[in-house]
């Protein structure tokens, strides 16, 4: 396929230079329908990219369509702030059904703002607020948001820099395997921790992705975020799991650190929870830790009801029987044998993931960008990831 780039004027005179997307893929995107994309001039794309992470039942999914069509067209409540509407009442039942009450799991439902860098900055907040104390640690090459709160807990080094101030109140710590299994597993953290002059002060909490999305596609092993829970517990830090990118299903289990068998005392998810791509996210968290008073931490668009009808429709329609997870650990068998046959006939390639997350590292680092600008010259959506990255993270579905 030949692609000619559009004439982006409009886009250019008038969109800011931040714009990074429509850089990689010069194309005027029109339709969008399962998993593929459209562009005006009748071109078809395979995506990969899956809105980052935000559309794992596809484009325009038919069902959840039909949902949120019935329910505009009925003239439900649009915009709703912390307001009880019957489509926020049906979303918390079907959550509590679906997701919570199969997985014992007690935790108690915040709507923050509708994106993931709200139920992060509303997590790093309530964890603060719970202990105490102000520092927070997370670990390299973590990605967690970019607003100031969430950067100052954000390994990359380029995203840092664009806050513009000083990040601070936060620590890193050595994610599984940077060190390539020569140093045990929390060795310089429990010693800050114990050591009166280490200079750190006891931190709120611990942040931590399960699945590294922006940092690489970096698997934490099971038994890494075990042992991780217990060093909180121990240590009196409350523990975070940011499921923001990996949740609602991405690994397979509808959260990610399902696989692991432990509880976090909170939990932010967003992305994929409303199912059709549209703004939501979730602060969870165990109830004894529900010490906010009303209003203390709000938002004008916390209560998008439109995404509460889809959200819940996802719910009912894909995780009421258990097939979701099967279905996407199945897959996933395929991609991670694709990609073992890849590495084995292309030297210099190595592969890692889990579920449907999925990454290819080229040792000639520059590749991945090549690699990238060709598959979308033949019609396919990828994008690259890691500290070297400028955009977001590509997790192929």
């Not at 250019?12 to 429509?22: H, K, T």
């Not at 899956?50 to 409540?77: C, F, M, Q, T, W």
């Not at 007690?106 to 907040?125: C, D, I, Q, R, S």
């Not at 931490?297 to 889809?310: C, D, K, L, M, S």
Request: aromatic content about 10%; proline content about 6%.
């Amino acid at each position: 396929m030949t692609i000619t780039p559009p004439a982006l004027s409009v886009f250019e005179a008038l969109e800011s230079e931040v714009r990074s997307y429509c850089r990689g893929w010069p194309a005027v995107f029109d339709r969008a329908q399962g998993s593929h994309m459209y562009d005006e001039d009748g071109h078809t794309y395979l995506d990969f990219f899956a809105g980052a992470g935000s559309l794992n039942y596809g484009h325009n999914n038919p069902v959840l369509k039909r949902a949120l069509i019935d329910y505009i067209e009925r003239d439900g409540v649009t915009h709703g702030l912390d307001m009880s509407t019957t489509a926020k009442r049906a979303f918390l039942e079907s959550f509590q059904n679906n997701v919570l009450r199969p997985r014992d799991l007690p935790y108690k439902v915040m709507f923050p703002g509708p994106t993931g860098t709200n139920a992060v900055e509303a997590a790093l907040k309530l964890a603060r607020k719970v202990k105490g104390r102000e520092s927070i640690v997370s670990f390299t090459n973590a990605f967690h948001g970019m607003s100031l709160g969430s950067l100052a807990v954000t390994g990359n080094a380029f995203k840092r820099a664009g806050a513009g101030i000083p990040l601070v109140h936060g620590t890193p710590m050595p994610f599984d395997n940077y060190f390539d299994g020569t140093v045990p597993d929390f060795l310089w953290f429990e010693r800050l921790l114990e050591d009166q002059g280490s200079g750190l002060n006891q931190p709120a909490a611990v942040i931590v992705e399960t699945v590294q999305g922006e940092g690489g596609i970096n698997v934490a092993r099971p038994e890494w975020l075990r042992a991780l829970a217990e060093l909180c517990e121990r240590q009196d830090m409350l523990l975070i799991v940011d499921d923001i990118q990996m949740g609602c299903g991405r690994t397979g289990a509808f959260f990610s650190f399902e696989e692991a068998g432990i509880t976090p005392d909170i939990v932010t998810v967003s992305k994929s929870i409303s199912g059709y791509g549209l703004p939501m996210s979730l602060t969870l968290f165990k109830p004894e830790l529900d010490i906010w008073e009303p209003g203390e931490h709000n938002g004008t668009f916390r209560g998008n009801n439109p995404a509460f009808v889809t959200a819940a429709a996802t719910l009912d329609t894909y995780w009421a029987d258990g097939q979701m997870e099967k279905q996407t650990l199945a897959r996933g068998e395929q991609v991670e044998q694709a990609l073992r046959a890849i590495c084995e006939e292309q030297s210099g390639t190595h592969f890692r993931g889990r579920g449907l997350v999925w990454g290819l590292e080229f040792e000639d680092k520059p590749r991945a960008s090549a690699v990238c600008k060709r598959a979308f010259e033949l019609g396919l959506l990828l994008e690259t990831s890691g500290p070297r990255a400028r955009s977001s993270s590509c997790c192929p579905r």
